[in-house]
């Protein structure tokens, strides 16, 4: 039974930073590109960040981009997404994904195979 759990999450004052950590275990994803969706209050879940199955090519929201980085250790089965200069508007559920071996659109959920249940972010400002 494939299982995703995730950590790391939890109450940060605005600049602060965080690292969210997602480890797999009942199966080896790596072969399978990872990563990292959110879900604030009231709204509906969206990518955050993406990175390939070697750990070579990474990709990020906008939003996010120069604040966040994703990163992998296959041999851990374990993605990471380390948080820095946190804004309340990052307040959120993150999500670890695992995408499909075969996936057209990376932003899209029915690309992902495997979700983790979440780890809750707060930002305080």
């Known amino acids: 039974q494939v299982q995703l759990v995730e950590s790391g999450g939890g109450l940060v004052q605005a600049g602060g930073s965080l690292r969210l950590s997602c480890t797999a275990s009942g199966r080896t994803f790596s072969n399978n590109a990872m990563g990292w969706f959110r879900q604030a209050p009231g709204k509906e879940r969206e990518f955050v960040a993406r990175i390939s199955s070697s750990g070579s090519s990474t990709y990020y929201v906008p939003s996010v981009k120069g604040r966040f980085t994703i990163s992998r250790d296959n041999a851990k089965n374990t993605v990471y997404l380390q948080m820095t200069s946190l804004k309340p508007e990052d307040t959120a559920v993150y999500y670890c994904?695992?995408?499909?071996?075969?996936?057209?659109?990376?932003?899209?959920?029915?690309?992902?195979?495997?979700w983790g249940k979440g780890t809750l972010v707060t930002v305080s400002s």
């Open positions: 994904a695992v995408y499909r071996l075969f996936y057209s659109n990376m932003y899209d959920s029915s690309s992902v195979d495997y």
